[in-house]
T-cell receptor, first 112, second 113 residues
Framework: DQQVKQNSPSLSVQEGRISILNCDYT??????FLWYKKYPAEGPTFLISISSIKDKNEDGRFTVFLNKSAKHLSLHIVPSQPGDSAVYFCAARSGGAQKLVFGQGTRLTINP | NAGVTQTPKFQVLKTGQSMTLQCAQDMNHEYMSWYRQDPGMGLRLIHY???????DQGEVPNGYNVSRSTTEDFPLRLLSAAPSQTSVYFC????????????FGPGTRLTVL
């Protein structure tokens, strides 16, 4: 049972435009969410996170939105740059749980 | 700081062979974990540890053993390799007791024939 789902395997966006990556979850106990970015042949790197007490968190060009009623979060990248081309994973955990559950990942390609 | 290091980078095994994937971190992190990445499956947790001497199972622990004798090292052992264990393996560590801002190693690409 996939508790965290990223239904778009890939996304292509023009440079300078907004990239929106989506993630859905099924476990209502999840209360902390993260996004990781992964380049080929490298390990994932932490990008941004959000607690369930918030509905938005910003860090520079990156904003994560959380809709708890819909069990949905999204990552917005504005403006998109060529260096943003990577695979993006969303992840979630509940309370003080010591396990992260990851989604399948979305490959983002930024076209010049 | 070297961060999280993993060895080897690539490995080819025959079915039934055993091996150990090494993972070390020099950040004095208490939490360490092992994931495997397979196409279309994302990252799946194999085992994790919240400190020396403490380990627990993740989502896909079968066929793998771990131990944590020191804070720095967290080796992953494949007892009897199977083709289904062909994957890319990532080790990660976190300064907190929970796996939030984890630092990942570069990965080990394992092929089992």
């Amino acid at each position: 049972d996939q508790q965290v789902k990223q239904n778009s395997p890939s996304l292509s966006v023009q440079e300078g435009r907004i990239s929106i990556l989506n993630c859905d979850y099924t476990n209502s106990m999840f209360d902390y969410f993260l996004w990781y970015k992964k380049y080929p042949a490298e390990g994932p790197t932490f990008l941004i996170s959000i607690s369930s007490i918030k509905d938005k968190n910003e860090d520079g060009r990156f904003t994560v939105f959380l809709n708890k009623s819909a069990k949905h979060l999204s990552l917005h990248i504005v403006p998109s740059q060529p260096g943003d081309s990577a695979v993006y994973f969303c992840a979630a955990r509940s309370g003080g749980a010591q396990k992260l559950v990851f989604g399948q990942g979305t490959r983002l390609t930024i076209n010049p | 700081n070297a961060g999280v290091t993993q060895t080897p980078k690539f490995q080819v095994l025959k079915t039934g062979q055993s091996m150990t994937l090494q993972c070390a971190q020099d950040m004095n992190h208490e939490y360490m974990s092992w994931y495997r990445q397979d196409p279309g499956m994302g990252l799946r947790l194999i085992h994790y540890s919240v400190g020396a001497g403490i380990t627990d199972q993740g989502e896909v622990p079968n066929g793998y053993n771990v131990s944590r004798s020191t804070t720095e090292d967290f080796p992953l052992r494949l007892l009897s390799a199977a083709p289904s264990q062909t994957s890319v393996y990532f080790c990660a560590s976190s300064y907190s007791g929970v796996p939030d801002t984890q630092y990942f190693g570069p990965g080990t690409r394992l092929t089992v024939l």
